[in-house]
């Protein structure tokens, strides 16, 4: 059984950074593609990135787009989020999965099987 765990998220001001990093028990980058979700209070879980399974694509929502970088790391079975310019309606749990669908459905969360516990981002004003 595949087991995702995130870390890296805390409390941060405005305009600060955070890497977020998903550690997969087995080889996952490489064979799967891999997405980073967030989830506010009272609301769903929304997509924020992903990263096809050779990082040959990849997909931000828009309001993410030029301040969040994902990237993979094959050898350490890990996948990254690059957090800059955060903002404080970034606010969230951020979640990494694992996908298996392929193209640009790797931004559709109903392709994601295998989901991390979470871990928390707040960012301050």
């Known amino acids: 059984q595949v087991q995702l765990v995130e870390s890296g998220g805390g409390l941060v001001q405005a305009g600060g950074s955070l890497r977020l990093s998903c550690a997969a028990s087995v080889r996952t980058f490489g064979s799967y593609a891999m997405g980073w979700f967030r989830q506010a209070p009272g609301k769903e879980r929304e997509f924020v990135a992903a990263i096809s399974w050779n990082g040959g694509s990849i997909y931000y929502t828009e309001s993410v787009k030029g301040r969040f970088t994902i990237s993979g790391d094959n050898a350490k079975n890990t996948v990254y989020l690059q957090m800059n310019s955060l903002k404080p309606e970034d606010t969230a749990v951020y979640y990494c999965?694992?996908?298996?669908?392929?193209?640009?459905?790797?931004?559709?969360?109903?392709?994601?099987?295998?989901w991390g516990q979470g871990t928390q981002v707040t960012v301050s004003s």
């Open positions: 999965g694992r996908s298996y669908y392929s193209g640009t459905n790797i931004q559709n969360i109903r392709g994601y099987e295998i």
